[in-house]
């Protein structure tokens, strides 16, 4: 995990994001809807991406 630690939390518009872990199912994990309500990336608790909201849209 310390890999994806180097990866750049991205950026989404809305509330709500729903993470794959991969565009290719049969490479990502079961869908996570993250709730992006607090200030500091929501982390995904399968592949460990991160997440935050643009607040500017």
Request: hydrophobic share 35%; aromatic share 6%; with cysteine.
């Amino acid at each position: 995990m310390e890999l994806i630690n180097e990866v750049p939390p991205i950026t989404v518009e809305g509330r709500i994001v729903a993470c794959e872990g991969d565009t290719d199912p049969a490479l990502g994990h079961p869908i996570e809807f993250i709730c992006l309500d607090k200030a500091e990336p929501a982390v995904c608790k399968y592949c460990g991406l991160r997440y935050v909201q643009d607040h500017h849209h």
